[in-house]
């Protein structure tokens, strides 16, 4: 799991429709580039909608699968971006790490 100051709060989806989307076949990926003090860190949220997954624990894991993900590429992202919000739109629970990975990887760019 992420490490709760890498996380996003609540009050941060309000800012969400003033950012950049682009869309993959797994997710639908939000980001808003850094703009402040260059000591900030970048800060994730994920989201598993329950019309996607209609138990808590597949949820979870859908989540938990990402963050893991993201914890991989935390330090590039810490560097770029100030805020990324991640929503799942398919069933990734049969989907391996790497393949979340390459797919998140490609849309930010970082490597």
């Known amino acids: 799991m992420l490490k709760k100051e890498l ?6 989806f309000k800012s969400l429709p ?3 989307r682009y ?7 939000s980001y808003i580039l850094k703009r402040t003090q260059s000591g900030s860190r970048g800060r994730f949220a994920v989201v598993a909608p329950k019309k996607l997954y209609k138990l808590a624990v ?7 699968l990402t963050y893991s993900a993201i914890e991989d590429l935390a330090t590039d992202l810490n560097t770029k971006f100030e ?5 799942i739109k ?3 629970l049969n989907k391996a790490k790497i393949e979340i ?3 998140i990887n490609s849309v930010l760019k970082l490597k």
């Open 7 to 12: 996380r996003l709060k609540t009050e941060d």
């Open 58 to 64: 597949s949820r979870n894991k859908a989540k938990r």
């Open 18 to 20: 003033k950012t950049q």
């Open 83 to 87: 805020k990324v919000f991640i929503f």
């Open 101 to 103: 990975l390459d797919e």
């Open 23 to 29: 869309h993959t076949e797994n997710f639908t990926i």
């Open 90 to 92: 398919k069933d990734i």
